[in-house]
């Protein structure tokens, strides 16, 4: 009798207990589930909305990166990693999803991406974004060349030109040709002639990367060591190159060697390979 009371109460306290574990998977799972549910949700017109999954401001030294892997996403998650950081949170939207949310543009009012965090700290220009990354976080691995002024002048001016000229440049090429459609966005799709056009201003502006880097043996753009000065050209000549210039000959990756050996020394950084190889925003 005692041992027919022994194993009831066995059984009992087996059963309490796999529905105590039951219990706190469900509820682990409702705990999970309720952040999606209020992040998305459908207004009275029937439109999906997004609600911000990182309000209020995390503490300093908390990164978060809004958008989805476009060239300029792709620059700053690659100089987070070059600096040893490997916990950014992503809200991985598109630029049409965040510009239609209020709260997204009371933190960046221009509706663009990449929208960076930092605390309480909100960053919306891209090339910003990768120097303070570098010069607050990468300091170490001295990717902030601040040892003269004529150094930080320089490599912010490799970092504008790639951005305002060979961006500027390559944009309507590439999404005119990869992806066929309009650049910016809500403009007419480009003609072939107009197409035609860009690459040959791309040409020349790959080939001031091209000459500057094959002057002295450049290894990198600001000389022998990696900086932040290389980040914006190299997402950029990736991009090219992963294209394989586009189908226009005076784009072809054989017209810029010197870039070319500048990408395979950049191909044996881990960061490089998996934020800018690894990266969809070539395709």
């Avoid at 409702?30 to 029937?46: E, H, V």
Wanted: charged fraction near 20%; hydrophobic fraction near 45%.
């Amino acid at each position: 009798w005692n041992q027919a009371v022994l194993l009831k109460s066995q059984c009992v306290a087996g059963c309490v207990a796999l529905f105590a574990s039951l219990s706190d998977e469900r509820a682990a799972e409702a705990r999970m589930a309720a952040p999606l549910a209020k992040r998305q949700r459908q207004d009275g017109s029937g439109n999906v909305r997004h609600e911000d999954p990182f309000a209020p401001p995390a503490a300093d030294g908390t990164l978060s990166v809004y958008g989805t892997a476009t060239s300029r996403v792709v620059k700053v998650l690659w100089a987070a990693a070059e600096c040893g950081i490997s916990d950014v949170r992503r809200c991985n939207l598109p630029p049409s999803d965040l510009k239609a949310e209020p709260w997204y543009l009371a933190l960046n009012p221009k509706g663009t991406v990449p929208t960076f965090r930092d605390g309480p700290l909100v960053l919306s220009e891209s090339n910003t974004i990768v120097a303070y990354l570098c010069q607050r976080y990468g300091k170490e691995a001295a990717l902030y060349p601040d040892a003269s002024p004529a150094s930080l002048a320089l490599a912010w001016q490799w970092l504008e030109f790639a951005e305002s000229t060979i961006a500027g440049a390559q944009a309507p090429v590439f999404f005119a040709v990869v992806r066929k459609k309009p650049f910016p966005a809500g403009s007419a799709l480009k003609s072939a002639e107009n197409v035609s056009a860009l690459a040959t201003v791309l040409a020349k502006a790959m080939h001031a990367l091209e000459d500057h880097l094959e002057a002295e043996g450049r290894m990198y753009v600001l000389g022998e060591s990696f900086t932040m000065a290389d980040i914006t050209a190299a997402v950029q000549a990736y991009r090219l190159f992963a294209n394989s210039g586009y189908g226009f000959p005076e784009l072809h990756p054989d017209r810029f060697p010197a870039i070319g050996a500048w990408l395979k020394r950049l191909g044996t950084r881990t960061a490089f390979q998996v934020h800018v190889q690894g990266g969809m925003y070539t395709k």
